[in-house]
Protein backbone atom coordinates (compact mmCIF):
# COMPACT_ATOMS: atom_id res chain seq x y z
CA UNK A 1 0.00 0.00 0.00
CA UNK A 2 1.38 3.28 -1.04
CA UNK A 3 -1.14 5.29 1.35
CA UNK A 4 0.70 8.14 3.26
CA UNK A 5 0.03 8.65 6.86
CA UNK A 6 -2.51 10.67 7.84
CA UNK A 7 -4.88 11.19 10.36
CA UNK A 8 -8.62 9.47 10.07
CA UNK A 9 -10.22 11.89 12.16
CA UNK A 10 -9.20 14.62 10.60
CA UNK A 11 -10.65 13.39 7.49
CA UNK A 12 -14.38 13.19 9.25
CA UNK A 13 -13.52 16.84 10.42
CA UNK A 14 -12.98 17.62 6.63
CA UNK A 15 -16.53 16.27 5.88
CA UNK A 16 -18.38 18.54 8.28
CA UNK A 17 -16.46 21.37 6.97
CA UNK A 18 -17.05 20.25 3.11
CA UNK A 19 -21.01 20.08 4.30
CA UNK A 20 -20.52 23.50 6.10
CA UNK A 21 -18.95 25.23 3.55
CA UNK A 22 -22.27 24.18 1.79
CA UNK A 23 -24.73 25.93 4.20
CA UNK A 24 -22.81 28.29 6.06
CA UNK A 25 -25.26 31.05 5.99
CA UNK A 26 -28.27 29.94 7.93
CA UNK A 27 -25.75 28.33 10.52
CA UNK A 28 -24.12 32.12 10.92
CA UNK A 29 -27.21 33.02 11.48
CA UNK A 30 -28.08 30.66 14.57
CA UNK A 31 -24.80 30.73 16.46
CA UNK A 32 -23.26 34.40 15.38
CA UNK A 33 -26.38 36.73 14.25
CA UNK A 34 -29.09 35.57 17.12
CA UNK A 35 -27.17 35.96 19.68
CA UNK A 36 -25.49 39.11 18.76
CA UNK A 37 -29.28 40.65 18.81
CA UNK A 38 -30.22 38.93 22.09
CA UNK A 39 -27.27 40.69 23.54
CA UNK A 40 -28.01 44.04 21.70
CA UNK A 41 -31.84 43.34 22.78
CA UNK A 42 -31.64 42.16 26.15
CA UNK A 43 -28.30 42.97 27.55
CA UNK A 44 -28.59 46.47 26.40
CA UNK A 45 -32.81 47.47 26.34
CA UNK A 46 -33.70 44.87 29.08
CA UNK A 47 -30.47 45.75 30.97
CA UNK A 48 -31.42 49.36 31.20
CA UNK A 49 -34.42 48.78 33.11
CA UNK A 50 -32.39 46.34 35.58
CA UNK A 51 -29.94 48.95 36.51
CA UNK A 52 -32.57 52.00 37.13
CA UNK A 53 -34.59 49.77 39.03
CA UNK A 54 -32.58 47.16 41.26
CA UNK A 55 -29.02 47.02 39.99
CA UNK A 56 -26.97 43.82 40.42
CA UNK A 57 -24.17 43.36 43.55
CA UNK A 58 -21.18 45.15 43.47
CA UNK A 59 -22.70 48.05 40.90
CA UNK A 60 -22.45 45.26 38.11
CA UNK A 61 -24.16 46.34 34.63
CA UNK A 62 -27.09 43.73 33.50
CA UNK A 63 -25.20 43.84 30.57
CA UNK A 64 -22.04 42.69 31.55
CA UNK A 65 -23.90 39.93 33.74
CA UNK A 66 -25.54 39.18 30.99
CA UNK A 67 -23.48 38.86 28.06
CA UNK A 68 -20.79 36.16 29.64
CA UNK A 69 -23.95 34.08 30.25
CA UNK A 70 -25.46 34.63 26.90
CA UNK A 71 -21.68 33.46 25.53
CA UNK A 72 -21.88 29.98 27.50
CA UNK A 73 -25.61 29.29 26.68
CA UNK A 74 -24.60 29.77 22.58
CA UNK A 75 -21.63 27.22 23.08
CA UNK A 76 -23.80 24.51 24.93
CA UNK A 77 -26.82 25.25 21.98
CA UNK A 78 -24.56 24.45 19.25
CA UNK A 79 -22.90 21.45 20.57
CA UNK A 80 -26.12 20.17 21.73
CA UNK A 81 -27.55 20.81 18.55
CA UNK A 82 -24.38 19.52 16.73
CA UNK A 83 -24.15 16.13 19.19
CA UNK A 84 -27.64 16.03 19.16
CA UNK A 85 -29.60 16.27 15.77
CA UNK A 86 -26.69 15.80 13.57
CA UNK A 87 -25.25 12.63 14.83
CA UNK A 88 -29.02 11.62 15.29
CA UNK A 89 -28.80 12.31 11.32
CA UNK A 90 -25.43 11.17 10.50
CA UNK A 91 -26.77 7.19 11.99
CA UNK A 92 -30.80 7.84 10.87
CA UNK A 93 -31.31 10.38 7.64
CA UNK A 94 -28.16 11.56 6.50
CA UNK A 95 -26.03 8.25 7.37
CA UNK A 96 -22.50 9.27 6.99
CA UNK A 97 -21.76 8.05 9.75
CA UNK A 98 -22.40 4.43 8.32
CA UNK A 99 -20.80 5.39 4.69
CA UNK A 100 -17.47 6.45 6.86
CA UNK A 101 -17.81 3.14 9.09
CA UNK A 102 -16.94 1.52 5.81
CA UNK A 103 -13.63 3.36 5.01
CA UNK A 104 -10.61 2.35 7.10
CA UNK A 105 -11.63 5.43 9.98
CA UNK A 106 -12.54 3.20 13.00
CA UNK A 107 -15.60 4.44 15.33
CA UNK A 108 -13.27 6.61 17.41
CA UNK A 109 -12.11 8.41 14.91
CA UNK A 110 -15.67 9.42 13.56
CA UNK A 111 -15.99 10.60 17.35
CA UNK A 112 -13.13 12.74 17.26
CA UNK A 113 -13.55 14.19 13.82
CA UNK A 114 -17.13 15.08 14.67
CA UNK A 115 -16.15 16.72 18.32
CA UNK A 116 -13.27 18.70 16.31
CA UNK A 117 -15.82 19.96 14.01
CA UNK A 118 -17.64 21.09 17.08
CA UNK A 119 -15.19 22.65 18.62
CA UNK A 120 -13.95 24.87 15.97
CA UNK A 121 -17.34 26.30 15.46
CA UNK A 122 -17.62 27.02 19.16
CA UNK A 123 -14.40 28.33 18.97
CA UNK A 124 -15.05 30.74 15.93
CA UNK A 125 -18.68 31.63 17.08
CA UNK A 126 -17.63 32.53 20.32
CA UNK A 127 -14.46 34.48 19.31
CA UNK A 128 -16.99 36.64 17.57
CA UNK A 129 -19.38 37.57 20.55
CA UNK A 130 -16.32 38.02 22.48
CA UNK A 131 -14.96 40.73 19.99
CA UNK A 132 -18.78 42.35 20.05
CA UNK A 133 -18.28 42.66 23.56
CA UNK A 134 -15.47 44.03 23.47
CA UNK A 135 -17.04 46.42 20.48
CA UNK A 136 -20.39 47.06 23.49
CA UNK A 137 -17.15 47.62 26.00
CA UNK A 138 -18.76 45.28 28.13
CA UNK A 139 -15.85 43.11 29.51
CA UNK A 140 -14.35 45.22 32.41
CA UNK A 141 -11.33 42.75 32.11
CA UNK A 142 -8.95 41.90 29.23
CA UNK A 143 -9.22 38.63 30.20
CA UNK A 144 -12.66 38.42 28.67
CA UNK A 145 -10.46 36.48 25.94
CA UNK A 146 -10.11 33.72 28.09
CA UNK A 147 -13.96 32.88 28.17
CA UNK A 148 -13.23 31.83 24.45
CA UNK A 149 -11.23 28.82 25.23
CA UNK A 150 -14.25 28.17 28.54
CA UNK A 151 -16.37 28.17 26.17
CA UNK A 152 -14.94 25.58 24.23
CA UNK A 153 -14.48 23.40 26.67
CA UNK A 154 -18.21 23.77 28.01
CA UNK A 155 -19.08 22.82 24.38
CA UNK A 156 -17.14 19.33 24.38
CA UNK A 157 -18.76 18.85 27.90
CA UNK A 158 -22.04 19.08 26.62
CA UNK A 159 -21.91 17.52 23.21
CA UNK A 160 -19.87 14.62 24.21
CA UNK A 161 -22.19 12.90 26.46
CA UNK A 162 -25.43 14.05 23.79
CA UNK A 163 -23.65 12.31 21.01
CA UNK A 164 -22.76 9.44 23.07
CA UNK A 165 -26.70 8.80 23.77
CA UNK A 166 -27.96 10.51 20.22
CA UNK A 167 -26.26 7.75 18.09
CA UNK A 168 -28.41 5.09 20.47
CA UNK A 169 -32.19 6.78 19.88
CA UNK A 170 -34.03 6.06 16.97
CA UNK A 171 -37.04 8.21 16.50
CA UNK A 172 -36.63 11.61 15.99
CA UNK A 173 -39.39 13.12 17.89
CA UNK A 174 -37.07 12.22 20.65
CA UNK A 175 -34.63 14.62 19.59
CA UNK A 176 -36.63 17.09 20.01
CA UNK A 177 -38.04 16.55 23.45
CA UNK A 178 -34.55 16.60 24.38
CA UNK A 179 -34.42 20.21 23.34
CA UNK A 180 -37.74 21.21 24.64
CA UNK A 181 -37.57 19.57 27.92
CA UNK A 182 -33.78 18.98 28.93
CA UNK A 183 -31.75 21.98 26.66
CA UNK A 184 -34.55 24.95 27.56
CA UNK A 185 -34.74 24.29 31.10
CA UNK A 186 -31.09 23.92 31.30
CA UNK A 187 -30.58 27.22 29.39
CA UNK A 188 -33.25 29.49 31.20
CA UNK A 189 -32.11 28.32 34.77
CA UNK A 190 -28.12 28.09 34.92
CA UNK A 191 -28.12 31.62 35.70
CA UNK A 192 -27.70 33.11 32.66
CA UNK A 193 -30.43 35.50 32.68
CA UNK A 194 -30.99 36.18 36.44
CA UNK A 195 -27.94 35.53 39.24
CA UNK A 196 -28.93 32.26 40.98
CA UNK A 197 -29.84 33.83 44.13
CA UNK A 198 -32.69 35.22 43.02
CA UNK A 199 -33.74 31.85 42.55
CA UNK A 200 -36.20 29.79 44.74
CA UNK A 201 -33.81 27.69 47.43
CA UNK A 202 -34.46 24.43 47.08
CA UNK A 203 -33.79 25.08 43.26
CA UNK A 204 -30.36 26.45 43.58
CA UNK A 205 -28.56 22.86 44.43
CA UNK A 206 -29.56 21.50 40.93
CA UNK A 207 -28.95 24.55 39.37
CA UNK A 208 -25.28 24.00 40.81
CA UNK A 209 -25.33 20.81 39.07
CA UNK A 210 -25.68 21.97 35.26
CA UNK A 211 -22.82 22.13 33.35
CA UNK A 212 -23.72 25.42 31.62
CA UNK A 213 -24.09 27.31 35.32
CA UNK A 214 -20.15 26.24 35.84
CA UNK A 215 -19.12 27.32 32.10
CA UNK A 216 -21.22 30.28 32.89
CA UNK A 217 -19.80 31.21 36.62
CA UNK A 218 -16.24 31.05 34.85
CA UNK A 219 -16.99 32.72 31.80
CA UNK A 220 -18.35 35.69 34.03
CA UNK A 221 -15.71 36.30 36.20
CA UNK A 222 -13.23 36.11 33.74
CA UNK A 223 -15.07 38.84 32.07
CA UNK A 224 -15.62 40.72 34.80
CA UNK A 225 -12.01 40.16 36.06
CA UNK A 226 -13.62 38.55 39.63
CA UNK A 227 -11.79 35.17 39.35
CA UNK A 228 -11.75 33.35 42.27
CA UNK A 229 -9.13 30.65 41.76
CA UNK A 230 -11.20 28.09 43.34
CA UNK A 231 -14.52 28.57 42.24
CA UNK A 232 -12.86 28.64 39.19
CA UNK A 233 -10.58 25.87 39.51
CA UNK A 234 -14.36 23.74 40.62
CA UNK A 235 -15.58 24.93 37.97
CA UNK A 236 -12.68 23.64 35.43
CA UNK A 237 -12.84 20.28 36.78
CA UNK A 238 -16.43 19.97 36.82
CA UNK A 239 -16.26 20.67 33.11
CA UNK A 240 -13.38 18.57 32.33
CA UNK A 241 -14.57 15.31 34.20
CA UNK A 242 -18.33 15.77 32.71
CA UNK A 243 -16.27 16.28 29.02
CA UNK A 244 -13.99 12.71 30.17
CA UNK A 245 -17.03 11.01 31.00
CA UNK A 246 -19.10 11.65 27.94
CA UNK A 247 -16.45 11.10 25.54
CA UNK A 248 -15.60 7.68 27.13
CA UNK A 249 -19.05 7.11 26.65
CA UNK A 250 -19.66 8.37 23.30
CA UNK A 251 -16.40 6.26 22.37
CA UNK A 252 -18.34 3.19 23.32
CA UNK A 253 -21.66 3.64 22.17
CA UNK A 254 -20.24 4.57 18.78
CA UNK A 255 -18.10 1.39 18.73
CA UNK A 256 -21.29 -0.43 19.49
CA UNK A 257 -23.71 1.10 17.34
CA UNK A 258 -21.29 1.70 13.74
CA UNK A 259 -19.23 -1.56 14.54
CA UNK A 260 -22.19 -4.00 15.96
CA UNK B 1 -10.52 -26.99 -12.12
CA UNK B 2 -10.82 -23.43 -13.10
CA UNK B 3 -8.23 -21.01 -13.91
CA UNK B 4 -10.13 -19.11 -11.68
CA UNK B 5 -8.36 -21.50 -8.75
CA UNK B 6 -4.81 -20.20 -9.27
CA UNK B 7 -5.98 -17.12 -8.80
CA UNK B 8 -4.77 -15.84 -4.88
CA UNK B 9 -7.44 -16.10 -2.04
CA UNK B 10 -8.57 -12.89 -0.61
CA UNK B 11 -11.75 -13.80 1.30
CA UNK B 12 -11.66 -17.60 3.34
CA UNK B 13 -14.43 -17.71 5.57
CA UNK B 14 -15.46 -20.96 7.77
CA UNK B 15 -18.41 -22.05 10.25
CA UNK B 16 -19.29 -18.32 10.41
CA UNK B 17 -21.85 -17.25 12.14
CA UNK B 18 -23.66 -13.72 13.73
CA UNK B 19 -26.00 -13.84 16.72
CA UNK B 20 -26.84 -10.64 17.57
CA UNK B 21 -27.56 -10.02 21.17
CA UNK B 22 -31.52 -10.68 22.13
CA UNK B 23 -33.68 -7.51 22.33
CA UNK B 24 -35.77 -6.63 25.12
CA UNK B 25 -38.09 -9.92 25.36
CA UNK B 26 -36.60 -11.65 22.78
CA UNK B 27 -34.48 -14.27 22.36
CA UNK B 28 -30.94 -14.31 20.55
CA UNK B 29 -31.59 -15.42 16.84
CA UNK B 30 -28.70 -16.38 14.54
CA UNK B 31 -28.42 -14.05 11.70
CA UNK B 32 -26.27 -16.33 9.94
CA UNK B 33 -24.71 -19.76 10.93
CA UNK B 34 -22.43 -22.37 9.94
CA UNK B 35 -21.38 -20.33 6.50
CA UNK B 36 -18.15 -21.19 4.67
CA UNK B 37 -16.72 -19.02 1.57
CA UNK B 38 -14.39 -18.31 -0.36
CA UNK B 39 -13.22 -15.62 -2.88
CA UNK B 40 -10.65 -15.27 -5.39
CA UNK B 41 -9.36 -12.67 -7.43
CA UNK B 42 -11.46 -11.35 -10.63
CA UNK B 43 -14.10 -13.34 -9.21
CA UNK B 44 -17.92 -13.14 -8.92
CA UNK B 45 -19.63 -14.49 -5.94
CA UNK B 46 -23.90 -14.07 -5.39
CA UNK B 47 -25.11 -14.09 -1.98
CA UNK B 48 -29.14 -15.69 -2.97
CA UNK B 49 -31.62 -15.62 -0.39
CA UNK B 50 -34.69 -14.15 0.65
CA UNK B 51 -35.36 -11.21 3.23
CA UNK B 52 -33.77 -12.26 6.07
CA UNK B 53 -31.73 -14.93 4.81
CA UNK B 54 -28.32 -13.29 6.32
CA UNK B 55 -27.31 -11.83 3.15
CA UNK B 56 -26.89 -8.38 4.67
CA UNK B 57 -25.52 -9.37 7.72
CA UNK B 58 -22.90 -11.54 6.10
CA UNK B 59 -21.79 -8.44 4.09
CA UNK B 60 -21.45 -6.39 6.90
CA UNK B 61 -18.87 -9.36 8.06
CA UNK B 62 -17.23 -9.37 5.22
CA UNK B 63 -16.72 -5.41 5.18
CA UNK B 64 -15.14 -5.69 8.48
CA UNK B 65 -17.79 -3.49 10.23
CA UNK B 66 -19.73 -6.51 11.69
CA UNK B 67 -17.72 -8.61 14.18
CA UNK B 68 -18.45 -12.62 13.74
CA UNK B 69 -19.44 -14.32 16.77
CA UNK B 70 -18.61 -17.64 15.50
CA UNK B 71 -16.63 -19.44 12.93
CA UNK B 72 -13.55 -17.83 11.57
CA UNK B 73 -12.97 -14.85 8.99
CA UNK B 74 -10.11 -13.76 6.80
CA UNK B 75 -10.06 -11.11 4.16
CA UNK B 76 -6.65 -10.54 2.17
CA UNK B 77 -5.50 -12.94 4.94
CA UNK B 78 -6.03 -10.33 7.43
CA UNK B 79 -8.41 -10.82 10.62
CA UNK B 80 -11.53 -8.27 10.55
CA UNK B 81 -11.29 -7.60 14.71
CA UNK B 82 -7.71 -6.59 14.25
CA UNK B 83 -6.67 -5.07 11.17
CA UNK B 84 -10.75 -3.43 10.16
CA UNK B 85 -8.84 -0.33 9.16
CA UNK B 86 -6.36 -2.19 6.35
CA UNK B 87 -8.99 -4.27 5.51
CA UNK B 88 -11.53 -1.54 5.00
CA UNK B 89 -8.58 0.55 3.06
CA UNK B 90 -8.93 -2.04 0.10
CA UNK B 91 -12.64 -2.65 0.05
CA UNK B 92 -15.17 -0.92 -2.23
CA UNK B 93 -18.88 -1.17 -0.24
CA UNK B 94 -21.90 0.13 -2.03
CA UNK B 95 -24.54 -0.17 0.15
CA UNK B 96 -28.21 -0.82 -0.43
CA UNK B 97 -29.48 2.89 -0.02
CA UNK B 98 -27.24 5.17 -1.61
CA UNK B 99 -26.54 7.81 0.94
CA UNK B 100 -24.87 10.17 -0.79
CA UNK B 101 -24.21 13.60 0.08
CA UNK B 102 -27.47 15.51 -1.17
CA UNK B 103 -26.03 18.84 -0.97
CA UNK B 104 -22.65 18.08 -2.91
CA UNK B 105 -21.93 17.63 -6.14
CA UNK B 106 -21.43 14.90 -8.11
CA UNK B 107 -17.32 15.88 -7.74
CA UNK B 108 -17.62 16.89 -4.26
CA UNK B 109 -19.14 13.48 -3.37
CA UNK B 110 -16.06 11.90 -4.54
CA UNK B 111 -13.42 13.68 -3.25
CA UNK B 112 -14.69 13.69 0.17
CA UNK B 113 -15.26 10.23 -0.12
CA UNK B 114 -11.68 10.07 -1.24
CA UNK B 115 -10.31 11.56 1.75
CA UNK B 116 -11.42 8.82 4.11
CA UNK B 117 -8.51 6.79 2.67
CA UNK B 118 -6.19 9.58 3.02
CA UNK B 119 -5.78 9.75 -1.11
CA UNK B 120 -4.31 13.19 -1.94
CA UNK B 121 -5.63 16.04 -3.55
CA UNK B 122 -3.89 15.62 -6.79
CA UNK B 123 -4.21 12.00 -7.48
CA UNK B 124 -8.47 12.58 -6.00
CA UNK B 125 -8.92 14.87 -8.44
CA UNK B 126 -7.48 12.51 -11.10
CA UNK B 127 -9.18 9.54 -10.23
CA UNK B 128 -12.68 11.51 -9.70
CA UNK B 129 -12.08 12.63 -13.37
CA UNK B 130 -11.71 8.85 -14.48
CA UNK B 131 -14.89 7.90 -12.02
CA UNK B 132 -17.28 10.50 -13.50
CA UNK B 133 -16.75 9.00 -16.93
CA UNK B 134 -16.75 5.44 -16.00
CA UNK B 135 -20.08 5.89 -14.31
CA UNK B 136 -21.10 8.45 -17.18
CA UNK B 137 -21.37 10.85 -15.30
CA UNK B 138 -20.03 13.78 -17.28
CA UNK B 139 -22.88 15.85 -17.78
CA UNK B 140 -24.01 15.86 -14.12
CA UNK B 141 -20.07 16.43 -13.03
CA UNK B 142 -21.15 19.54 -11.14
CA UNK B 143 -24.59 18.73 -10.60
CA UNK B 144 -25.58 18.28 -7.20
CA UNK B 145 -27.03 14.32 -6.38
CA UNK B 146 -30.62 15.75 -5.75
CA UNK B 147 -30.79 16.19 -9.56
CA UNK B 148 -29.59 12.75 -10.37
CA UNK B 149 -32.24 10.02 -11.68
CA UNK B 150 -31.93 6.74 -9.61
CA UNK B 151 -29.84 4.95 -11.95
CA UNK B 152 -27.21 8.37 -12.08
CA UNK B 153 -27.16 7.90 -8.34
CA UNK B 154 -26.52 4.00 -8.07
CA UNK B 155 -23.63 4.57 -10.93
CA UNK B 156 -22.50 7.38 -8.32
CA UNK B 157 -22.57 5.45 -5.55
CA UNK B 158 -20.68 2.57 -6.94
CA UNK B 159 -18.11 5.05 -8.70
CA UNK B 160 -17.34 6.16 -4.84
CA UNK B 161 -17.03 3.07 -3.77
CA UNK B 162 -14.13 2.86 -6.47
CA UNK B 163 -12.12 6.16 -5.38
CA UNK B 164 -9.81 3.66 -3.27
CA UNK B 165 -9.15 1.09 -5.98
CA UNK B 166 -10.51 -1.95 -4.04
CA UNK B 167 -9.75 -5.23 -4.78
CA UNK B 168 -12.97 -6.66 -3.67
CA UNK B 169 -16.48 -4.47 -4.47
CA UNK B 170 -19.32 -5.45 -1.86
CA UNK B 171 -22.97 -4.86 -3.76
CA UNK B 172 -26.26 -4.86 -1.49
CA UNK B 173 -28.87 -5.49 -4.02
CA UNK B 174 -27.12 -2.91 -6.56
CA UNK B 175 -30.20 -3.12 -9.16
CA UNK B 176 -33.19 -3.00 -7.25
CA UNK B 177 -35.45 -0.11 -8.42
CA UNK B 178 -33.76 0.38 -11.66
CA UNK B 179 -35.38 0.74 -15.04
CA UNK B 180 -34.00 -2.30 -17.75
CA UNK B 181 -31.64 -0.09 -19.44
CA UNK B 182 -29.96 1.54 -16.11
CA UNK B 183 -29.38 -2.45 -15.01
CA UNK B 184 -27.98 -2.83 -18.43
CA UNK B 185 -25.41 -0.31 -17.91
CA UNK B 186 -24.73 -1.29 -14.53
CA UNK B 187 -24.07 -4.62 -15.15
CA UNK B 188 -22.20 -3.43 -18.13
CA UNK B 189 -19.92 -1.43 -16.04
CA UNK B 190 -19.56 -4.29 -13.19
CA UNK B 191 -18.62 -6.49 -15.97
CA UNK B 192 -15.50 -4.53 -16.66
CA UNK B 193 -14.15 -4.36 -12.93
CA UNK B 194 -14.35 -7.71 -12.79
CA UNK B 195 -12.49 -8.62 -16.07
CA UNK B 196 -9.74 -5.88 -14.55
CA UNK B 197 -9.57 -8.31 -11.67
CA UNK B 198 -11.47 -7.11 -9.11
CA UNK B 199 -13.79 -9.48 -7.17
CA UNK B 200 -17.11 -8.43 -6.68
CA UNK B 201 -19.71 -9.64 -4.00
CA UNK B 202 -23.72 -9.52 -4.66
CA UNK B 203 -26.47 -9.87 -2.68
CA UNK B 204 -30.07 -9.54 -5.17
CA UNK B 205 -33.49 -10.35 -5.48
CA UNK B 206 -33.17 -11.15 -9.51
CA UNK B 207 -31.91 -14.31 -10.30
CA UNK B 208 -30.83 -12.82 -13.70
CA UNK B 209 -28.99 -10.32 -12.86
CA UNK B 210 -27.24 -13.39 -10.60
CA UNK B 211 -26.58 -15.72 -13.90
CA UNK B 212 -25.40 -12.80 -15.69
CA UNK B 213 -22.95 -11.41 -13.03
CA UNK B 214 -21.46 -13.99 -10.54
CA UNK B 215 -19.16 -17.27 -11.11
CA UNK B 216 -20.92 -19.34 -8.18
CA UNK B 217 -23.92 -18.21 -6.23
CA UNK B 218 -23.87 -19.15 -2.92
CA UNK B 219 -28.23 -19.89 -1.68
CA UNK B 220 -28.91 -19.04 1.81
CA UNK B 221 -31.92 -19.57 3.48
CA UNK B 222 -32.77 -18.07 7.73
CA UNK B 223 -28.99 -18.02 7.92
CA UNK B 224 -27.98 -20.99 6.17
CA UNK B 225 -26.40 -21.84 3.66
CA UNK B 226 -28.52 -24.28 1.67
CA UNK B 227 -26.52 -25.12 -1.86
CA UNK B 228 -23.91 -23.31 -3.63
CA UNK B 229 -22.10 -23.82 -7.32
CA UNK B 230 -21.78 -22.16 -10.04
CA UNK B 231 -25.04 -21.09 -11.67
CA UNK B 232 -24.46 -24.15 -14.37
CA UNK B 233 -23.93 -26.53 -11.36
CA UNK B 234 -26.58 -25.75 -9.32
CA UNK B 235 -29.63 -26.16 -11.63
CA UNK B 236 -27.96 -29.60 -12.98
CA UNK B 237 -28.09 -30.64 -9.23
CA UNK B 238 -31.38 -29.37 -8.02
CA UNK B 239 -33.56 -29.42 -11.08
CA UNK B 240 -34.27 -30.89 -14.50
CA UNK B 241 -32.69 -29.18 -17.30
CA UNK B 242 -35.81 -28.32 -18.97
CA UNK B 243 -39.43 -26.66 -17.80
CA UNK B 244 -42.65 -26.57 -19.62
CA UNK B 245 -44.99 -23.83 -18.51
CA UNK B 246 -48.51 -24.64 -19.29
CA UNK B 247 -52.04 -22.08 -19.13
CA UNK B 248 -55.64 -23.07 -18.55
CA UNK B 249 -58.40 -20.78 -18.86
CA UNK B 250 -59.93 -20.77 -15.44
CA UNK B 251 -61.71 -23.81 -14.68
CA UNK B 252 -59.28 -25.92 -17.25
CA UNK B 253 -56.90 -25.42 -14.21
CA UNK B 254 -57.44 -28.01 -12.44
CA UNK B 255 -58.59 -30.53 -15.16
CA UNK B 256 -54.78 -29.84 -16.12
CA UNK B 257 -53.41 -30.37 -12.88
CA UNK B 258 -54.94 -33.80 -12.76
CA UNK B 259 -54.12 -34.83 -16.02
CA UNK B 260 -50.39 -34.21 -15.25
CA UNK B 261 -50.30 -36.09 -11.90
CA UNK B 262 -51.83 -39.16 -13.67
CA UNK B 263 -49.05 -39.08 -15.97
CA UNK B 264 -46.57 -38.56 -13.62
CA UNK B 265 -48.75 -42.01 -11.37
CA UNK B 266 -48.15 -43.50 -14.30
CA UNK B 267 -44.52 -43.17 -14.46
CA UNK B 268 -43.41 -39.77 -16.23
CA UNK B 269 -40.02 -38.64 -14.80
CA UNK B 270 -41.34 -35.12 -14.24
CA UNK B 271 -42.28 -32.84 -11.38
CA UNK B 272 -44.87 -30.64 -11.28
CA UNK B 273 -45.37 -27.19 -9.69
CA UNK B 274 -48.48 -26.00 -9.31
CA UNK B 275 -48.42 -21.76 -9.89
CA UNK B 276 -51.97 -19.76 -9.50
CA UNK B 277 -51.75 -18.77 -13.12
CA UNK B 278 -50.24 -21.86 -14.77
CA UNK B 279 -48.46 -25.42 -13.80
CA UNK B 280 -44.51 -25.81 -14.30
CA UNK B 281 -43.42 -29.59 -15.20
CA UNK B 282 -39.75 -29.35 -15.01
CA UNK B 283 -38.79 -32.75 -17.32
CA UNK B 284 -35.20 -33.78 -18.87
CA UNK B 285 -37.41 -33.54 -22.36
CA UNK B 286 -39.97 -30.69 -22.39
CA UNK B 287 -40.74 -31.19 -26.11
CA UNK B 288 -41.77 -34.98 -25.22
CA UNK B 289 -43.97 -33.98 -22.13
CA UNK B 290 -45.43 -31.19 -23.70
CA UNK B 291 -46.57 -33.87 -26.82
CA UNK B 292 -47.67 -36.34 -24.25
CA UNK B 293 -49.92 -33.88 -22.23
CA UNK B 294 -51.47 -31.98 -24.86
CA UNK B 295 -52.64 -35.83 -25.89
CA UNK B 296 -54.89 -35.35 -22.92
CA UNK B 297 -55.72 -31.89 -21.72
CA UNK B 298 -55.20 -28.65 -24.62
CA UNK B 299 -53.49 -25.98 -22.49
CA UNK B 300 -54.27 -22.16 -23.37
CA UNK B 301 -50.51 -21.73 -24.11
CA UNK B 302 -47.69 -23.71 -23.48
CA UNK B 303 -43.64 -23.08 -23.66
CA UNK B 304 -40.95 -24.87 -23.31
CA UNK B 305 -37.80 -23.28 -21.57
CA UNK B 306 -34.21 -24.49 -20.61
CA UNK B 307 -34.16 -24.44 -16.33
CA UNK B 308 -33.04 -21.29 -14.70
CA UNK B 309 -30.90 -19.64 -11.70
CA UNK B 310 -34.45 -19.24 -10.54
CA UNK B 311 -36.17 -22.66 -10.82
CA UNK B 312 -33.38 -23.51 -8.43
CA UNK B 313 -34.07 -21.36 -6.01
CA UNK B 314 -37.78 -21.80 -5.97
CA UNK B 315 -36.87 -25.29 -5.92
CA UNK B 316 -34.48 -24.87 -3.05
CA UNK B 317 -36.23 -22.16 -0.77
CA UNK B 318 -39.93 -22.47 -1.83
CA UNK B 319 -42.34 -20.65 -3.41
CA UNK B 320 -44.42 -19.35 0.29
CA UNK B 321 -44.00 -15.97 0.58
CA UNK B 322 -41.58 -15.25 2.98
CA UNK B 323 -41.87 -11.06 4.59
Known sequence: MTTPAYSPAFAEFRYWGAIFAKSWRPVLVNSVVNPVLFLAGIGLGLGGLVDDRSPLDGGLSYAAFFAPGLLAAAAMQTAVVEGGQAVFNAVRTRRSYRVAAYTPLQPHDILHGHLLFIAVRILLSSAVFVAVMYAFAIPASPGAALAVPVAVLLGVTCAAPTAAWAITVQQPSVIGNFSRFVVMPLYLFSATFFPVEVMPGWLQPLVYLSPLWHGARLCRDLSVGTVNPLDAGVDLALLALTALAGYLAARRSYRRHLHS | ?323
Open chain 2, 1 to 323: MTSAHREPLLVEGSGLGKTYPAGPGGAAVPAVRGLDLELRRGEALGLLGTNGAGKSTTMRMLAAVSPPTHGTLRVFGLDPLHDGPRIRARLGVVPQDDMLDQELTVRENLVVYGRYFGLPKRVLRERAERLIEFAALEAKADAPVTALSGGMRRRLTIARALVNEPEILLLDEPTTGLDPQARQLLWDRLIRLKNDGVALIVTTHYMDEAEQLCDRVLIMERGALVAGGSPRELIGAHVLPEVLELRFTGTEHAAGCAAVKELIAEGAPWRLEVLPDRLLVAAADGQDAQRRIEARVLPRASLVRRATLEDVFLALTGRALVE
